[in-house]
């Protein structure tokens, strides 16, 4: 028998976005980040906003070791 369903891609097509919020003067949560994009060889595009005493960073994250960059973001950041 045959499986109609189609066989699953090793990334996702459209990037998922991530976001934290800290302290304007910490900078090392974004270059965190960046970090691990390097580690597991996925794709980040970092936004930076400074509202006050307050940093938000928000990443579009796309590739294929999308789920292991998940879980130590989870872990790290």
Do not use: Y
Not at 5 to 20: C, D, M, N, Y
Not at 43 to 61: D, K, Y
Request: net charge positive; glycine share 6%.
């Amino acid at each position: 028998m045959e499986s109609s369903a189609t066989p699953f891609e090793a990334h996702s097509a459209k990037p998922i976005r991530i976001g934290l919020t800290c302290w304007r003067w910490q900078w090392r949560k974004a270059t965190a980040i960046e970090r691990l994009a390097r580690q597991f060889g996925v794709t980040v595009q970092l936004t930076e906003t400074i509202s006050g005493l307050h940093r938000e960073i928000e990443a579009q994250v796309s590739g294929a070791n999308l789920d292991q960059f998940l879980s130590a973001f989870a872990r790290q950041c």
